[in-house]
């Protein structure tokens, strides 16, 4: 059968990260995904000085100039990729963050069609389709390791695409992956690169972590795969690797056909992005060479910090081959995390139920922990976990 019959219900009560996170002090709080870290002083004071110059006042809805050059860039040097910063139509484009790019997404490409997302997934890649007339499908990564069937995944996407109702159009893919931080290895970006092209699907590629990939895994960009520049839509944000997430700052790149018209929905819905936040930025983004080397470097720390705490106390941890967030099994002896986040909670910590993220009950056991905190609050906060379990 198709349509209504097909469609996936979720009846599941999922914890809302915004509710746990006011349930606990700062000192505690592993749960929200955002860099709490300081703000670079170049950027800070280069905001300040904008802002009291008066350059306060509307910008291009595609962004200021100064920053597309900034991150087409910024593209050529970490992505591979030549993006023209003043080709028309446009081929990139600055939003009021990664968010900003993926609502333009749906409002533009999905509405009464449907993406697949991975999971665990991040609720927003289904919150948003819901709420501007599309659909998701919910595909599962496998076991302990979250491996990817491609075959699997290349069977339910042609049953999904022939649907009448939301037929599939576009896969999301994030790498590194919120909440798990799973680095899809180029064997699985190669599958879903292969199913893409010869179901004709877009790949949405989700990239906001891409500076958090530690040891020896390397981040890819998937519009670099041969035959994937023509389909490919690559989100992107500085909220997390520059720390100003209440900035809303990002960008999506792409072929002109799948960029251009985006920008409509972008000036209707939110005018333009933050003039004198996107000059400073403009200013500093490729001044220092070595930014994202310290970056990894810093949590490539925080994460070997935050394991050794975690396996003492009982966790067992996945190897992600990313740094921004932990995804951990929580001990034995207690049967769902979010009874054992509650408990957490009394103690002044918590992190994020790994329901939070998922359909199905495969991953009720695990959680989310967020390590982007500066080291004493981090040290702090997984010692409030060591001594509500040692």
């Not at 809805?61 to 991150?71: F, M, S």
């Not at 931080?181 to 893409?196: D, M, Q, W, Y």
């Not at 990939?213 to 690559?234: E, N, P, Y």
């Not at 935050?306 to 740094?323: H, M, P, Q, T």
Request: charge should be negative; charged fraction near 20%; include cysteine.
């Amino acid at each position: 059968m198709q349509g209504t019959a097909q469609m996936e219900t979720t009846v599941r009560i999922q914890p809302e990260i915004r509710t746990i996170t006011r349930m606990v002090p700062p000192s505690g709080n592993l749960v929200q995904g955002q860099s709490e870290l300081a703000i670079s002083p170049q950027l800070a004071h280069a905001a300040d000085r904008l802002i009291s110059e008066s350059k306060n006042h509307y910008s291009p809805a595609e962004g200021v100039g100064p920053l597309r050059e900034a991150v087409a860039q910024k593209i050529a040097r970490f992505n591979n990729i030549q993006v023209d910063p003043n080709a028309t139509p446009l081929e990139l484009l600055i939003t009021p963050g990664a968010t900003a790019a993926l609502i333009a997404i749906a409002h533009t490409h999905l509405v009464d069609h449907s993406a697949l997302v991975f999971e665990p997934y991040y609720p927003y890649h289904r919150r948003i389709l819901d709420e501007l007339g599309g659909h998701t499908n919910v595909f599962p990564l496998r076991g302990e390791n979250l491996e990817l069937d491609v075959d699997e995944l290349r069977a339910r996407c042609r049953e999904w695409k022939d649907r009448s109702e939301f037929p599939l159009k576009a896969i999301i893919a994030c790498s590194p992956a919120n909440p798990t931080g799973k680095v899809f290895t180029a064997a699985e970006l190669e599958g879903i690169a292969s199913v893409c092209q010869e179901l004709d699907l877009l790949c949405i590629a989700d990239e906001v972590y891409e500076h958090y990939v530690v040891g020896d895994k390397t981040h890819t960009s998937i519009a670099t795969l041969d035959g994937m520049w023509d389909r490919t839509i690559t989100v992107n944000s500085f909220s997390k690797s520059w720390n100003i997430s209440g900035w809303r700052l990002g960008y999506v790149y792409g072929t002109s056909k799948l960029i251009a018209p985006l920008n409509n929905s972008n000036n209707v819905f939110y005018v333009c992005s933050p003039t004198p936040l996107q000059l400073g930025l403009a200013e500093v983004l490729m001044a220092d060479p070595d930014y994202y080397i310290r970056l990894r470097e810093k949590f490539s720390e925080k994460r070997r910090g935050a394991v050794e705490a975690l396996v003492n106390a009982g966790f067992k941890i996945y190897d992600s081959g990313s740094a921004f967030y932990v995804w951990a099994r929580i001990p034995d002896g207690y049967a769902d995390a979010i009874a054992f986040n509650d408990m957490l909670i009394s103690k002044g910590v918590a992190g994020v139920p790994g329901g939070a993220f998922a359909d199905s009950d495969e991953h009720d056991k695990y959680m989310r922990l967020c390590i982007a905190r500066e080291d004493d609050i981090l040290h702090g906060a997984l010692k409030k976990i060591q001594d509500a379990l040692l």
